[in-house]
């Protein structure tokens, strides 16, 4: 099969190359995918750079890619809950990076697979899972409802802008912190939009006086601004900074679950969450994709398409 792999920890593209890859075997309880699309996200990036080393093994030449989209060709054993010709996606995150979904076919856990919504493309599916499942943990673990000021820092990205649409369907006033070029985007996902930057904490209280009860960070760097405006008995999470925990708050790594997935996906067909695509690639534009996502300026998602 076609696929891009790296054969060795680099923090750059240079060991990225597009060809033959060995067809994945499928065991028990697996899936065989025909990928339509995989989502990008900065863990791939990081994770090539040796980022996760200290956590995950890694089995080299590695495919990259933790999201897909597709349709399911092969089953492994005892695997009823899919048929051949089902359209699906996944979050594929494995026990040791090794056979990814930036690719022609990945097996998958079924544990991990949810149906394809009506509501959403290939590439849109693609887009999803990780990043969307990372913004529903985040505000799971925050017990965000009605009554609730939530703030998302790095609202207008991929998981921020699922956080966005997330929080305002549990019913919570949405305050997202963005450039003032994503704002009118902020709003169409419900929010109220806060530039960062130089004066933020100021305008974030101009907003909510009172403080907010709950803050989200998919951005980093912005401990000193959650504490300054966080309301008494506030919560907070982090998916990009772990000295969140020394300060009562909670550092958040989102986990594989077909079953939630499908929730987001229920969401989808019901119109209460859409995906943003910014831009779509081939297998051998991925050292290109990452580029993007190094930026840390991307408007909603970046998408693989084999």
Do not use: C
Not at 100 to 108: E, P
Not at 285 to 306: N, Q, Y
Request: hydrophobic fraction near 45%.
């Amino acid at each position: 099969m076609r696929a891009v792999t790296y054969d060795s920890y680099a923090k750059d593209n240079s060991r990225l190359t597009a060809g033959e890859a060995p067809d994945p075997k499928v065991g028990p309880g697996q899936v065989l995918i025909e990928v339509r699309a995989a989502g990008v996200n900065p863990v791939d990036w990081k994770v090539m750079a040796g980022g996760l080393d200290g956590m995950m093994d890694a089995v080299f030449p590695v495919i990259p890619g933790w999201d897909v989209a597709g349709v399911v060709r092969a089953l492994g054993p005892d695997t009823p809950e899919f048929a051949p010709g089902d359209e699906v996606m996944a979050y594929a995150r494995k026990d040791v990076v090794h056979g990814g979904t930036f690719a022609q076919y990945v097996a998958v856990a079924a544990t991990s697979v949810a149906h394809r919504p009506a509501a959403l493309g290939w590439e849109q599916a693609a887009a999803l899972p990780l990043a969307g499942m990372t913004a529903q943990r985040s505000l799971d673990r925050l017990d965000v409802g009605a009554g609730d000021v939530l703030l998302v820092h790095g609202a207008s990205g991929g998981v921020g802008g699922f956080a966005v649409q997330i929080g305002r369907e549990r019913g919570a006033r949405v305050i997202g912190t963005a450039s003032e070029r994503n704002h009118d985007y902020l709003r169409r996902l419900g929010a109220e939009p806060v530039a960062y930057g130089d004066g933020e904490i100021d305008r974030i209280r101009d907003a909510a006086p009172d403080g907010v009860t709950a803050v989200a960070d998919f951005a980093g760097g912005a401990l000193d601004t959650t504490l300054a405006v966080l309301a008494e008995g506030g919560r907070h999470v982090s998916v990009a900074d772990d000295t969140v925990e020394r300060h009562g708050g909670h550092w958040i790594w989102v986990r594989p679950d077909g079953a939630r997935l499908a929730e987001l996906g229920a969401l989808a067909d019901r119109g209460a969450l859409t995906v943003e695509v910014a831009e779509t690639y081939p297998l051998e534009r991925v050292g290109e994709a990452f580029d993007a996502s190094r930026t840390g300026h991307t408007r909603g998602k970046l998408v693989i398409v084999p």
